[in-house]
C-alpha cells in the first residue's frame, strides 16, 4: 500500500531533550516536507526537500531540523525543543509534475506535547 | 499578507444541501496551484480537488467542485449534495511558483452536515 509513515503518532517530552520524528514513503516521491497544525493556523509548513541532499526552509524553521540522506526518509529533527512546540505534526511527499498537479500524500499526523 | 484566506471558522449544512465553502488566495506568480483538503475528525488529510492557474475549466471530482475565479483570487470549494460523512475540517491550499516547493494553507473550514 502506498503511504507515508510517521513515528511517533504521540509523544510527550520535556522542554530540552532532543527528540526525532521519522517520515517514510514507499511511493519514489521526489518531494517531502514537513507541517505543523495549530489550532487557528491551518498547517504551516516547516521544511522541504525537492530531492535527496536538497532541503530548504519553509514558513517556520525555527527550532527544527531536518536531513535527506535517502529518497524514501525525511526525519524532524527537534534539537531542544520548547513548549511552543507543542502541536500536530505532518510529513507529506509527492511527485514532482511538470503540470503542476503534485497531489501531496500526507502521513497520519505525530502529535506531540512538550512540557 | 496571508497567501490562503478561509473566512468562515465554521458552518452548518442540512443533509443533501448543496454548500460552498470560500477561499481567497494572494500571489503574484503567473503559476501555481490550488488544492483542498479534507480533514475528518480521525485527523487525516484527504486530498479532493486541484486547479492549475492555467486551466481553463473548472475542477470536478464526484460531488466536488470548484468554483475558479482567477480575477477575483478565489476558489471555492463546492460540495453537493452533503452527506453526514462530509462533516469535517477543510482546508484551502496553494503551490506557488514553478519550482513546486512551497505550499500554503488557510485556516481550515469546519464543516458540520446535519440530518
Known amino acids: 500500500e502506498a503511504q507515508v509513515t510517521q513515528n511517533p503518532r504521540y509523544l510527550i517530552t520535556v522542554t530540552g531533550k532532543k527528540l526525532t520524528v521519522t517520515c517514510s514513503q514507499n511511493?519514489?516521491?521526489?518531494?517531502m516536507s514537513w507541517y505543523r497544525q495549530d489550532p487557528g493556523l491551518g498547517l504551516r509548513q516547516i521544511y522541504y526537500?525537492?530531492?535527496?541532499?536538497?532541503?530548504d526552509k519553509g514558513d517556520v524553521p525555527e527550532g527544527y531540523k531536518v536531513s535527506r540522506k535517502e529518497k524514501r526518509n525525511f526525519p524532524l529533527i527537534l534539537e531542544s525543543p520548547s513548549p511552543n512546540q507543542t502541536s500536530l505534526y505532518f510529513c507529506?511527499?509527492?511527485?514532482?509534475?511538470?503540470?503542476?498537479?503534485?497531489?501531496?500524500?500526507f502521513g497520519a499526523g505525530s502529535r506531540l506535547t512538550v512540557l | 499578507a496571508q497567501k490562503i484566506t478561509q473566512t468562515q471558522p465554521g458552518m452548518f449544512v442540512q443533509e443533501k444541501e448543496a454548500v460552498t465553502l470560500d477561499c481567497t488566495y494572494d500571489t503574484s506568480d503567473p503559476s501555481y496551484g490550488l488544492f483542498w483538503y479534507k480533514q475528518p475528525s480521525s485527523g487525516e488529510m484527504i486530498f479532493l480537488i486541484y486547479?492549475?492557474?492555467?486551466?481553463?475549466q473548472n475542477a470536478t471530482e464526484g460531488r466536488y467542485s470548484l468554483n475558479f475565479q482567477k480575477a477575483r483570487k478565489s476558489a471555492n470549494l463546492v460540495i453537493s449534495a452533503s452527506q453526514l460523512g462530509d462533516s469535517a475540517m477543510y482546508f484551502c491550499?496553494?503551490?506557488?511558483?514553478?519550482?513546486?516547493?512551497?505550499?500554503?494553507f488557510g485556516s481550515g473550514t469546519k464543516l458540520n452536515v446535519k440530518p
Open positions: 507529506a511527499s509527492s511527485q514532482i509534475r511538470g503540470t503542476g498537479a503534485n497531489v501531496l500524500t
Open positions: 526537500s525537492m530531492n535527496v541532499e536538497v532541503t
Open positions: 491550499a496553494m503551490r506557488e511558483g514553478y519550482n513546486f516547493n512551497k505550499f500554503y
Open positions: 486547479q492549475g492557474s492555467y486551466d481553463q
Open positions: 511511493m519514489n516521491h521526489e518531494y
